[in-house]
């Protein structure tokens, strides 16, 4: 099966911070893939900007060596990228002084789309995003897109946006969660919304409880000074694991289009009930072959979590009563994160004790391997009366769409393209990262209040034990990791 590539139309796009991390890993690799696809028409130009003085071959040797070490020899040729360098310009701007604006309003065009990258510290979205206006670089038409974190609580979060907003209208900024770019998160809508299947059963008629998991087997490494000051809550939970939960919990909104997706989306964290003490469990990863999480940040004393497990309630009409069991962690058994659905057992089984009991559940692989899952009930082969198991019915994107399926683009190969077209469908909305931070600051106020030390739980596991026992009160079980 070949997938569709719908060029889109020519662009300037500013990359800030463009000889950081996240533009060597992820930007710069995912705009080269695309152009090789075909999807960058011939006009369309990458112009770096960062505080280094230098000229614009020696960046496009840095984006050649980026390329050539994030991507695997398969996904990359010598001629394609010398002609994805040729589309490439750098300018050294000072983002917080006068240096390099006049000489970067002076690369930009009118005639085609421009957008802006801020890959830097969100202590710098307000200076730069000044500076766009004051040298009249940004049109009135401009995109910008923003990194998270969107502020670490409410009130950082209303006065980031209260910046933006002095110079950007809501609809021309993109807050972007790589995770809603991943294909398995919209194949998830496509599964809810395009199948009359699975939307009639998916309330809490029909659904025992749902579980989120995102699990990492790396520790926090070389970040582990942000990651002291924000934690598993901040951040995954407030933003990758919320935007699961509102996509799997959303109502089907009217048209498949931005207002509407984020409407719905914005209903669910609204009616989000307050966390009890009890349905929560922090941790932190003990040491062994690798180094603890208190030796990574560097500190004896620091209460900060690297594992969150949660359960969670929905004051709505078609979830009362199910619960969402979230969980996220540094150095756990595999790398993963799935989204499963477990569906309640038959009112009534015609089948006698011997034959067992089951339920359907739904998985949507997120990764490593995108894919969905649904286990159904059949009768055992073989003579001996009538015993029941539990089968997949498996698809994965590899198997079910052939090999090319397998390479579908990454998720902020996505986004970007889509920042291109103007769509804002799968990206967060200012009222959406504030409502998200209202539910969160209670619960970590909370456990501050109390000096609440997490649990610490082995390396290379599933977490605390007690985060198994959030599960087993109530008579259920993690998915296996």
Known sequence: MV???????????????????????????????????????????????????????AFAAQVAEAVETFLPPGKRDAEGLKAFCERLSYV??????????????????????????FSVAPSLFGALAERLHHFEIAR?????????????????????????????????????????????????????????????????????????????????????????RSGAMRDMVQNHLMQLLCLTAMEPPAHFEPSAVRDEKLKVIRALDPVAPEHIVRGQYRGGAEPS?????????SLTESFIAMKLHIANWRWNGTPFYLRTGKRMKAR?????????????????????????????????????????????????????IDVPLDMSFADALGPEAADVPDAYERLIMDVIRGNQTLFMRGDEV????????????????????????????????????????????????
């Open 3 to 57: 997938s569709r590539v719908i060029p889109v139309e020519p662009f300037d796009l500013v990359i800030f911070g463009a000889t950081g991390d996240l533009a060597r890993r992820k930007i710069l690799p995912g705009l080269y893939r695309r152009f090789c696809d075909g999807q960058m028409p011939p006009e369309a130009r990458i112009i770096g900007a960062a505080r280094t003085e230098q000229d614009s071959a």
């Open 293 to 301: 999480y208190l030796e990574d940040v560097e500190s004896d004393e």
């Open 336 to 388: 993963k994160s799935e989204i499963v659905v477990h569906f309640k057992k038959t009112p009534h089984s015609i089948f006698d004790a011997d034959a067992g009991s089951r339920s359907n559940v739904l998985s949507i692989r997120l990764q490593p391997d995108e894919g969905i899952d649904l286990r159904v009930t059949i009768k055992e082969p073989g003579p001996g009366g009538m015993r029941l």
């Open 92 to 117: 050294a701007v000072d983002a917080t002084g006068e240096a390099g604006w006049s000489a970067l309003k002076e690369e930009m065009r009118d005639d085609v789309v421009q957008a802006f990258y």
């Open 434 to 481: 504030e409502a998200a931070w209202a539910w969160t600051d209670p619960i970590i106020e909370d456990w501050q209040r109390r000096a609440d030390r997490p649990v610490p739980y082995a390396a290379g596991g599933t977490g605390p034990e007690e985060a198994a026992i959030l599960m087993h009160r109530d008579d259920r079980r993690w998915r296996e990791i």
């Open 140 to 228: 009135s038409d401009a995109r910008i897109v923003v990194e998270k974190p969107f502020g670490r609580d409410l009130k950082s979060a209303r006065e980031l946006n209260a910046t933006l907003a002095a110079h950007f209208d809501e609809t021309q900024i993109y807050r972007i969660d790589h995770y809603l770019g991943k294909e398995t998160v919209q194949n998830l809508m496509a599964v809810r919304f395009g199948n009359t299947l699975f939307e009639p059963l998916w309330n809490a008629q029909y659904v025992d409880h749902v579980q989120i998991t995102v699990a990492e087997e790396v520790g926090v490494g070389g970040r582990g000074a942000y990651y002291d």
